[in-house]
């Protein structure tokens, strides 16, 4: 009744304790974890092999969850093994331990060189972490700890996984981990202590003893017997016995040629400092029993002489610097400049030719000019230093950037035809180059830069060192202007070029190299049109193809057909040599010949009306037994024009400009007409070195695949042959027709040029005089990771370092990938150099490590190679057996680095001698170092290492006997115990 009274406006507040809370949400975050990975139940994998931890992969996935708002990271490190972990899961028998437990007692993995310093101090091959993300602080307080731990706890018991599950605590540098790993009726408890200071009576194996025993707490009397293992860690850090092999360039023997690496056309190689820092001794006694080794704080047992096992590892030096990376890196930042040469040195050097470069169209001028200088004048003398002169008359009294001696020195060595008398014939060639049709000469077409001998691997080699050495930016420039002006003094006196292969330029080479060997073939026909003669190289690809038939009638295969129809189509013509606006150039052999039947025509198809006054010209040579048509003279291959050699920018040119005609009827018959100047042209030397030809003639040489012939029967029942043209030439507005038509008897000297030099070679001038340093280090890059390339390929030949010859395969393919394109990215040419580097000071280490061991000094063949190989395996592995330990060969040699060592010391302990007696103790330091005195070969160990392994009931006498096992680690700033003690969960 008195419920009933209460006002009905009166609400009660009611409290559900069935929501969940964050701590239960974060438990069951853990478990999903946990299911999607499959983690749940016990799967026994096969025994732990030897070194399986080292040589076999680890793999890890993560996920992230969270407490509240703060995130945590959850990682699974799994050890791949051969076959499945997850083989007979079913029929396991339910008392037997988790694999974790297992491994805790297995003894084949103590001290792996590489891996999570969980696997080192546990032995596990599988487990999960809980660490806080990324952004998160550091878990520091104790209860936050233990509320993580209890979680953990609460989900291995809730999904029944058997992994053991860890959580990091405190900040992330003190790597603490604290963790748990549950199975039927038995659970692992991972705990750890680090110090900063360790405690006296834990330096030794006694007292690690004494606090592991406390530890396990077993009511057993006697213990059951303890197995251990040791290592103790030696680091020798002072190698001023054995001296670093690299000596400083001498910079001021540049000039005299006498550098050691460093002289003009070699890179230099080699680290400026030792590589190798440190090498750390690790003698270790794997199997021993409590109890038959001493080792307390006034009295050791543990000789690292007497030691079992010795590994070796050695530690590099961070980031060396190594000559030739900075050599390539000082020039790759040449790149990223922005000055232009006029900004550099002041006042354009070609001020003064800077009007006739700009205007090209009184290029023409030069014909008109004094005879060329005398071939016997030419020196470096008269060559060169027109720049430096005229960089010094705008500067002043101020130095220029490179001195006589230097510029003259590289001068020679780029134009090595300008210190005789005579000049060669342009192809300049060393003892040093590779063989032409070797694979490290024609890495060029890889890298698209230039051939090893060639001028501009040459000139990039010199630009820098001279960059590097002498003068900088700076002198880059004045080398440039000093190139361009002999370019220049070269073109204008018919001098050819040395150091380029004759010939079209090499698309397959870098831009820069297209310039040169266009303005060299601007030389050569210059140099042959001021002789009076035409040259006829074998160039010429219609008499390359045509010329050598070996019987009338014979026809090309196809893929010459092919290729004439490349080399005189759309690739090998200038695009603007047809036009009518156009000036006309003739080349007459002499003033007083008189052209003949120049304007007559030949007739529809042909020349029906010979006159006595038409006389064939331009003949080079019969052609086999071929006869013309129509009135059975031998039928001559005429002197033709040879293609326009073409640079690849002018090639994009030109199909930018075909491109644009369109796809009309009128733009498809203009692209043609242009296309078919080199028809054109050789119809007409055809005409005049065949007078009264036809159509069917020319098609009969020039293109034999259009003129189809079959054999037919005649009136008189003879098998003759009968020809027609082909389809192609029979349509209606056929462009080979109407040139025909169009064609007059001329021949090829009388003909307008088809490449007019002179205009090609002014541009190619006006291209090089305007390329900032910047844009030159950009052609010039390639050639300088190709030397780059050649030179380590060079270096590891000597040293036959197996993983150097991956890493070099490696930098050759990522390198032809990069360079091909027009504009690499800086980052990805940075990777090539930090590539190169890193292959520079390996075989830098191994050239150390072989100094330091003797290598060379053996004098027994097995000796030596068995040294050898073992500085290749320190080299590629983390650590390194010492076969036969302190007994073997190389045990021995290690044994005398560290008395050398040693006895450097001496002098500083005899002088301590004197000291006072509270100063000499003061000196002598830890027990640790007293104890060492006896073994005085060795200093103190840098590290210890104690594993301490029994097997006990816990916590009662008839509880189930499970694997306790307690890690140690000392170094003189560091001191961690990492124990995993196991209990039987049954009855308690």
């Not at 003398?381 to 005229?390: C, L, P, Q």
């Not at 070269?490 to 150091?499: A, D, K, M, T, V």
Request: aromatic letters at 8%; a negative charge; glycine letters at 6%.
């Amino acid at each position: 009744m008195a419920a009933d009274s209460e006002p009905e406006s009166e609400v009660f507040e009611i409290t559900d304790f069935t929501t969940a809370s964050e701590w239960e949400r974060f438990i069951s975050k853990v478990e999903e974890v946990l299911n999607d990975w499959k983690l749940i139940g016990n799967s026994l994998g096969k025994p732990l092999e030897k070194g399986i931890f080292t040589s076999c992969t680890w793999e890890e996935k993560s996920d992230e969850i969270s407490f509240a708002d703060f995130k945590f990271s959850v990682t699974h490190h799994h050890l791949v093994q051969e076959s499945s972990d997850k083989e007979g899961k079913d029929e396991l028998a339910e008392d037997v331990i988790p694999q974790a437990m297992q491994d805790l007692l297995c003894m084949n993995n103590d001290f792996p060189p590489r891996a999570h310093c969980l696997v080192r101090w546990y032995g596990l091959r599988e487990f999960v972490v809980i660490a806080p993300a990324a952004n998160s602080d550091a878990v520091l307080s104790e209860s936050k700890s233990n509320l993580l731990l209890s979680s953990v706890s609460i989900a291995l018991g809730n999904t029944g996984c058997q992994v053991p599950l860890f959580v990091q605590i405190h900040h992330k540098w003190r790597r603490m981990y604290v963790g748990e790993c549950q199975g039927p009726g038995v659970r692992t408890d991972f705990e750890m202590v680090h110090l900063r200071k360790v405690p006296n009576q834990y330096t030794h194996l006694s007292g690690l003893l004494d606090i592991f025993k406390s530890k396990i707490g077993c009511p057993l009397t006697p213990l059951p017997p303890v197995t251990i293992a040791i290592r103790l860690t030696y680091v020798l850090q002072d190698w001023q016995q054995y001296f670093w092999p690299q000596q400083p360039p001498d910079i001021d023997a540049l000039v005299g040629g006498e550098v050691g690496g460093l002289e003009f056309g070699k890179l230099p190689f080699g680290a400026c400092e030792d590589p190798i820092s440190e090498l750390h001794l690790a003698t270790t006694w794997p199997h021993l029993t409590e109890g038959i080794i001493v080792d307390n704080d006034v009295y050791s047992d543990l000789d690292p002489i007497q030691a079992p096992h010795w590994s070796v590892r050695v530690r590099k030096a961070d980031n060396p610097q190594c000559l030739l990376g900075d050599f390539v890196s000082e020039f790759f930042k040449v790149c990223r400049r922005k000055e232009s040469t006029d900004e550099i040195l002041g006042r354009s050097t070609f001020e003064e030719e800077g009007r006739e470069i700009a205007d090209i169209t009184h290029a023409l001028s030069k014909l008109t000019e004094p005879a060329p200088v005398p071939i016997h004048k030419l020196s470096v003398s008269n060559m060169v230093h027109t720049a430096k002169k005229k960089i010094q008359k705008h500067r002043g009294a101020e130095e220029s950037p490179l001195n006589n001696d230097v510029l003259n020195t590289i001068l020679l060595f780029l134009f090595p035809d300008a210190a005789s008398e005579k000049l060669l014939d342009g192809t300049i060639t060393t003892d040093n180059n590779p063989p032409s049709d070797s694979e490290e000469y024609n890495l060029y077409n890889q890298f698209k830069s230039a051939p090893s001998d060639s001028l501009t691997y040459k000139l990039a080699l010199c630009l820098c060192m001279i960059n590097f050495y002498h003068g900088g930016l700076k002198g880059v420039a004045h080398l440039w202007q000093e190139f361009v002006l002999e370019m220049r003094f070269r073109w204008e006196n018919n001098f050819l070029i040395p150091g380029l292969a004759s010939g079209p330029p090499d698309l397959r080479c870098c831009l820069l190299h297209q310039k040169l060997q266009m303005l060299n073939c601007c030389i050569e026909r210059k140099k042959a049109r001021d002789e009076g003669r035409k040259s006829t190289t074998s160039d010429n690809v219609t008499n390359i193809y045509l010329g050598n038939t070996g019987r009338a009638g014979e026809q090309l295969s196809v893929d010459n057909l092919k290729d004439i129809d490349k080399e005189k189509g759309e690739m090998g013509k200038s695009w603007d040599s047809w036009s009518d606006s156009e000036e006309e150039f003739f080349e007459c052999l002499s003033d007083t010949e008189e052209f003949k039947g120049n304007g007559q025509e030949s007739g529809k198809k042909g020349g029906l009306k010979e006159t006595a006054n038409l006389r064939p010209e331009g003949r080079l040579h019969q052609h086999g037994k071929l006869t013309l048509l129509h009135n059975g003279e031998p039928l001559y291959i005429p002197v033709t024009q040879e293609p326009a050699p073409m640079t690849e920018d002018l090639l994009e040119e030109q199909s930018e400009v075909l491109a644009k005609l369109g796809t009309s009827a009128e733009g498809a018959h203009l692209r043609a007409r242009m296309q078919s100047a080199c028809l054109l042209s050789d119809m007409e030397s055809f005409k005049a070195a065949n007078p009264g030809c036809f159509l069917e003639d020319f098609v009969r040489w020039y293109s034999p695949r259009d003129y189809i012939e079959e054999e037919v029967i005649d009136e008189t029942g003879k098998v003759v042959l009968k020809g027609e043209l082909s389809a192609r030439m029979k349509i209606p507005s056929n462009m080979w027709v109407e040139a025909w038509e169009t064609a007059k008897p001329i021949p090829a000297r009388r003909q307008r040029r088809l490449f007019d030099d002179t205009r090609e070679a002014e541009k190619v001038l006006h291209y090089l005089a305007i390329q900032k340093p910047a844009d030159l280090a950009r052609h010039l890059l390639p050639c300088v990771i190709h030397a780059a390339v050649l030179k380590v390929k060079e270096e590891e030949s000597v040293e036959n370092i197996s993983s150097v010859k991956k890493i070099i395969k490696q930098i050759i393919s990522h390198s032809s990938k990069v360079l091909h394109f027009p504009n690499p990215e800086d980052k990805k040419l940075e990777e090539i150099i930090h590539q190169i580097t890193n292959v520079e000071a390996t075989i830098a280490r191994a050239r150390s490590l072989k100094a330091k061991f003797g290598t060379e000094k053996c004098e027994l063949e097995e000796e030596k190679e068995d040294l050898e190989r073992f500085v290749s395996c320190l080299l590629e592995q983390p650590e390194v057996l010492v076969i036969g330990a302190g007994r073997g060969h190389a045990g021995r040699i290690i044994h005398k680095l560290f008395v050398s060592a040693q006895r450097l010391t001496e002098s500083s302990d005899e002088a301590a001698a004197m000291a006072p007696p509270e100063e000499e103790l003061k000196r002598m330091g830890s027990p640790e170092e007293r104890r060492q005195n006896s073994a005085s070969d060795f200093p103190p160990p840098a590290g210890r290492e104690v594993i301490l392994r029994t097997t006990v009931p816990r916590p009662a006498p008839y509880s189930k006997a499970l694997p306790q096992r307690m890690y140690s680690v000392l170094t003189k700033e560091d001191f961690r115990l990492a124990g995993a003690f196991s209990s039987d969960t049954s009855f308690f």
